[in-house]
């Protein structure tokens, strides 16, 4: 028997002996039956480090998120981890958030699992601290001394064991049950090569369903559409524009934007330039609603890019774009768009927002009727440009068109507002020499 005192958490091991003897008698000897007698010593161990000190915990990730869902852990029980590398990734409403380290250790424990949902200051994990790991070795000499003593008395337990049995009469088992257990393996292995072979021939094909959780983004995104749903009053107006001469602008220009400023030339930077000049004389699609009474009025665009990642949508924020050029907005977007795909993305580029271009032609869409971002009040739909037929100046001719549709909340936003806006966007998008110029 072992006796003295263990912590729970960082220890140091001293004063440490153990000394196994295996007592024989000539008598015993002859019977082969031996009796391990363990004398012991006590020792001691010493707490350097609090428990607080040992704890890993959420970390704090934005004034209105309070949990998450840990996706992953990075290291597991035993392994070594460096101050602030990355222990375990949580998934929030919006972003990824990682749990450094706050020291290096060996960790002791994980308390939590994969899956869970844990809020902010929640313990996840246990570390053993560096500096514990690294004196003298003596901890892990002890740890190895005792594992050791504890095996030597096994081995020692199990040779006699063996060794009694040896001395015992064996079990006789006579050829005629041999023959029958035989014969009956023999014929459970022909029936199970009969299934295997009339399964394999069967014609019918498997049909499976696979059960997958919802990301949290998608839960949450599912859970601010529902209530846009419900709290505003959806409505939906639609335009054509004739895009030939923004496509003729973007075709002389684009090798010397690119040569330049680094970025390419698409046509979002057009339409949120021509999005900002109709919100300056229609003031209510860049608005709010607060409290169910009062609007709020903007004098400043904050734009919401709609970007579709692989977990769900996400709408970085591009800020300020009133006092932008069209190169200026295009080389934002692209930035956020990166940011977005390679998960980086910050809680400031998803907060806020006041007015969202959903740009849906670059999966092919012809148009659809976007979804309010609450609490915005209104949000344009971009889709694919296609040549089509047109009447121009009494003649017909082939034109690249697109549809562009507002989503509005007709609580404060009336028809002929968003009428009046599409037209005003799409008169800058057919006519851009004021606005390109601007």
């Known amino acids: ?242 895009m030939s001469k923004i496509i003729e602008f973007r075709k002389k220009n684009k090798d010397t934007v690119l040569e330049k400023y680094g970025v390419k030339l698409g046509f979002m930077g057009a339409m949120a330039k021509a999005s900002v000049l109709a919100l300056k004389e229609i003031p209510a699609v860049n608005a709010s609603v607060e409290n169910g009474d009062t609007i709020v009025y903007r004098d400043y665009v904050d734009l919401s890019v709609a970007a579709s990642i692989p977990k769900g949508l996400v709408t970085p924020v591009l800020r300020n774009i009133e006092s932008m050029t069209i190169v200026d907005i295009e080389k934002g977007i692209s930035e956020l768009v990166t940011k977005a795909r390679d998960g980086k993305l910050t809680m400031d580029d998803l907060m806020g927002g006041s007015f969202t271009i959903s740009n849906s032609g670059i999966w092919g869409s012809l148009f659809g009727t976007p979804i309010i971002n609450m609490p915005q009040t209104a949000v344009l739909g971009t889709y694919g440009i296609l040549d089509r037929p047109v009447a121009v100046n009494g003649q017909v001719e082939i034109r690249p068109m697109m549809y562009i549709a507002l989503t509005y909340d007709h609580r404060i936003i009336d028809g002929r507002e968003a009428v009046k806006f599409l037209n005003i966007v799409k008169d800058h998008l057919e006519q851009p020499e004021s606005m390109l110029l601007g």
């Open 1 to 242: 028997m072992v006796r003295g005192t263990r912590l729970l958490h960082t220890t140091r091991l001293s004063n440490y002996s153990k000394t196994l003897c295996l007592a024989t008698s000539p008598k015993q000897a002859a019977n082969k039956i031996y009796h391990p007698t363990l004398f012991t010593r006590s020792f001691t161990v010493s707490c350097t480090r609090h428990e607080a000190d040992t704890v890993v915990r959420v970390p704090t990730m934005a004034e209105s998120i309070t949990e998450g869902t840990l996706t992953q852990f990075s290291k597991q029980v035993g392994d070594f981890i460096e101050q602030d590398e990355e222990l375990a990734t949580i998934e929030t409403d919006k972003i990824d958030v990682s749990v450094n380290a706050p020291y290096s250790g060996i960790i002791q424990e994980l308390l939590v699992a994969e899956g869970d949902t844990v809020t902010v200051d929640q313990a996840i994990a246990e570390l053993r601290p560096q500096e514990e790991h690294s004196v003298d070795g003596a901890g892990d000499s002890a740890s190895l001394a005792l594992n050791y003593t504890e095996s030597h008395i096994q081995e020692k337990c199990e040779s006699s064991a063996a060794s009694v049995t040896t001395e015992l009469p064996a079990t006789i088992t006579t050829n005629s049950n041999s023959k029958k257990v035989e014969n009956t393996t023999k014929q459970e292995s022909s029936h199970t090569n009969d299934s295997s072979s009339q399964a394999s021939q069967s014609p019918k094909q498997r049909r499976g369903e696979n059960r997958v959780k919802m990301t949290r983004i998608r839960q949450k995104t599912a859970q601010h559409l529902k209530e846009s749903q419900n709290t505003a009053a959806f409505l939906t107006t639609f335009n054509e524009v004739d």
